[in-house]
């Protein structure tokens, strides 16, 4: 379900997202282009968030499969879109798994309610510098905690609907591939952050543009080298990987 990878796959994984870019900038700028506009949906009108929560599923998925495609030398267009809802049944499990993701995040804004006193998030809305440490501190690890939970959920999601595991073992194995590999995950995530972060400055903020496709795409690289597995649903890659383990499906770079 999940393997063990050297710390220096964290370079790779850039690296590898960087190529598949290159190949076809058009398609993954426009997937990240529509991812964006999904998680942006709740300013226009907060009815929107459980809409802006599936559509966002939705497409992180599609990118799972043209990421999943690419690296297999397989043709990929916005059509990968469909291939979320080639299984009828993954129409239902993306629901569950949203349900899922916005009970998480309710629990962390009540959490967030309960632990921060009414006057603290007054003076953070209105003058955060006049905050003290000590009462930014609580809010900080309920920070941590929520981004934590939604990278597990970030490994879950291909787990669940593109290798058909159940929600509950697709979680556990996010975990547990995750506490394994914490030291290439946070190389990687360092990296990036330096790296993405300096190129979108020198670039004025332009650089953004190509930054968020790279992000996406060496994310779901990572998950695809350190949970390797066969992607229940596609035909055409069924077919191809007939007789494989799972091991003999993992993404090794050159």
């Not at 990878?5 to 790779?12: D, E, L, Y």
Request: aromatic share 12%.
């Amino acid at each position: 379900m999940y393997r063990k990878v050297p710390v220096s796959q964290a370079t790779q994984w850039i690296r590898q997202s960087w190529v598949l870019f290159k190949d076809s900038p058009g398609l993954w700028i426009g997937l990240s282009s529509l991812l964006i506009t999904a998680n942006l949906l709740p300013i226009i009108h907060q009815a929107f968030g459980v809409a802006s929560v599936l559509l966002s599923t939705v497409i992180m998925c599609g990118i799972y499969f043209a990421v999943y495609f690419r690296i297999r030398g397989l043709p990929v267009s916005f059509n990968v879109l469909k291939f979320v809802f080639e299984k009828r049944e993954n129409t239902r499990k993306i629901f569950l798994f949203c349900t899922v993701s916005i009970l998480i995040d309710l629990f962390f804004m009540m959490l967030q309610l309960q632990v921060i006193p009414e006057r603290v998030m007054e003076k953070l809305l209105t003058d955060h510098l006049s905050v003290s440490m000590a009462e930014k501190l609580p809010l900080f690890w309920i920070i941590i905690g929520s981004w934590a939970v939604k990278f597990i959920l970030m490994f879950a999601l291909p787990l669940y609907i593109l290798q058909n595991q159940s929600l509950k073992n697709a979680i556990y194995f996010s975990c547990c591939a995750i506490l394994t590999n914490t030291l290439p995950i946070l190389t990687y995530t360092l990296l990036l952050s330096i790296v993405g972060g300096a190129f979108v400055v020198l670039t004025l903020g332009a650089g953004f543009v190509l930054f968020m496709p790279v992000a996406l795409i060496s994310g779901c690289i990572s998950f695809f080298d350190i949970c390797p597995g066969k992607v229940s649903g596609v035909n055409q890659h069924n077919k191809d990987d007939e007789g494989k383990s799972d091991s003999d499906n993992a993404i090794f770079l050159p």
